[in-house]
Nanobody
């Protein structure tokens, strides 16, 4: 069973940057696609970003339109860790951010992931 633990969330002001980390253990996560999702109060969980285990049909990373150009997803398989670099933060980025892993190479934008972390709170003040 794969376990995912997010960290790096906190309070930031508009325009600031935060870097979220997702430490994975308990499985061969180097062969899994990784994703980041977020859920704001009163809203459903939404896709943020995903990265393939390897290049898939010419696609390695995917982003939601709302974060494209501001957020960057990456992974370090030697450390079994995925990251989400968040720049130019906006108040509307405020949410609980969840890390997810999928038992396939492809980076899905849906909720069809097999493992989920507990979430880390990101709050952005105006």
């Amino acid at each position: 069973q794969v376990q995912l633990v997010e960290s790096g969330g906190g309070l930031a002001q508009a325009g600031d940057s935060l870097r979220l980390s997702c430490a994975a253990s308990g499985g061969i996560v180097s062969s899994y696609a990784m994703g980041w999702f977020r859920q704001a109060p009163g809203k459903e969980r939404e896709f943020v970003a995903a990265v393939a285990a390897v290049s898939w049909r010419g696609i390695y990373t995917r982003y939601a339109d709302s974060v494209k150009g501001r957020f960057t997803i990456s992974r370090d398989n030697t450390k079994n860790t995925a990251y989400l670099q968040m720049n130019s933060l906006k108040p509307e980025d405020t949410a609980v951010y969840y890390c997810a892993a999928r038992r396939t190479w492809s980076p899905s934008t849906g909720h069809d992931y097999d493992y989920w972390g507990q979430g880390t709170q990101v709050t952005v003040s105006s």
